[in-house]
């Protein structure tokens, strides 16, 4: 199992740090898996943050599926995610 842990708010593009000083996205965390993390990996990679599970009415999705689509787009197709709904 992999956690991220961050704030975040319904439809956010990115998690941020507690001080609010550092902003990650999902491609940030793409980038920092590539290599380290096979493609082949089945576990389960969650998203521990505030409404990171939660989309923005129907214009933004949430950060979590963002994640999802990229991850996905790059050869994770065997992992699962999930993000959270509430705070």
């Known amino acids: 199992m992999l956690y ?4 975040c708010g319904a439809g956010e593009s990115r998690l941020t740090s507690p001080d609010r000083q550092l902003h990650v996205t999902a491609e940030d965390i793409l980038a920092l898996l590539k290599g380290a993390l096979s493609t082949d990996f ?12 939660s989309d923005y009415r129907v214009f933004w999705s949430s ?6 689509d990229v991850m996905y787009d790059e ?13």
């Open 75 to 87: 050869g994770y197709k065997n992992a699962s995610f999930t993000g959270t709904r509430l705070s």
């Open 42 to 53: 089945k576990g389960i990679i969650k998203v521990y943050s505030c409404h990171s599970g």
């Open 4 to 7: 991220f842990r961050g704030h």
């Open 63 to 68: 950060f979590a599926q963002r994640l999802v």
